[in-house]
């Protein structure tokens, strides 16, 4: 009766566990995607394709054939910065999947050379 219970317990918390991380959000996993069309600085275009996890937290930005991460230690409520591993930077005000296409961008070479500036949505 005894191992009963004790699988019985064990069984309850299990399920327990599973439906608890069942609600939680991966950070990582995109889940919605949405593009913005600039006008920048110079008569330049620039097309951002953005994707955000289910939180509507930026996750990466697609542009100019570059994948660009979210960069978590960079950004905070009032900006938000994405980079690659070859050092291309994209900054951004404060930007979330539902204000997207209020917030200017910056796009940076790795050099610090800046690729595109004062871009604003169209």
Same mark, same amino acid.
């Given at each position: 009766?005894?191992?009963? !219970?004790?699988?019985?317990?064990?069984?309850?918390?299990? +399920?327990?566990?599973?439906? $608890? =991380?069942? +609600? =939680?959000?991966?950070?990582? #996993?995109?889940?919605?995607?949405?593009?913005?069309?600039?006008?920048?600085?110079? !008569? #330049?275009? @620039?097309?951002?394709? %953005?994707?955000?996890?289910? $939180?509507?937290?930026?996750?990466?930005?697609?542009?100019? +054939?570059?994948?660009?991460? %979210?960069?978590?230690?960079? =950004?905070? /409520?009032?900006? $938000?910065?994405?980079?690659? /591993?070859?050092? %291309?930077?994209?900054?951004?005000?404060?930007? !979330?999947?539902?204000?997207?296409?209020? =917030?200017?961008?910056? @796009?940076?070479?790795?050099? !610090?050379?800046?690729?595109?500036?004062?871009?604003?949505?169209?």
């Amino acid at each position: 009766m005894k191992a009963v !219970n004790i699988l019985t317990a064990v069984a309850l918390s299990a +399920g327990l566990i599973s439906a $608890a =991380s069942a +609600g =939680s959000i991966d950070a990582n #996993k995109v889940t919605k995607r949405a593009s913005v069309s600039y006008s920048c600085q110079n !008569n #330049k275009h @620039l097309v951002i394709h %953005y994707g955000f996890n289910a $939180a509507w937290v930026p996750v990466t930005a697609n542009v100019e +054939g570059r994948t660009l991460r %979210y960069d978590r230690a960079a =950004s905070d /409520r009032t900006s $938000a910065f994405f980079k690659d /591993r070859a050092g %291309y930077r994209l900054g951004a005000g404060d930007l !979330n999947g539902r204000n997207h296409k209020k =917030s200017g961008v910056m @796009l940076t070479a790795p050099n !610090n050379r800046i690729l595109f500036k004062g871009c604003t949505a169209d």
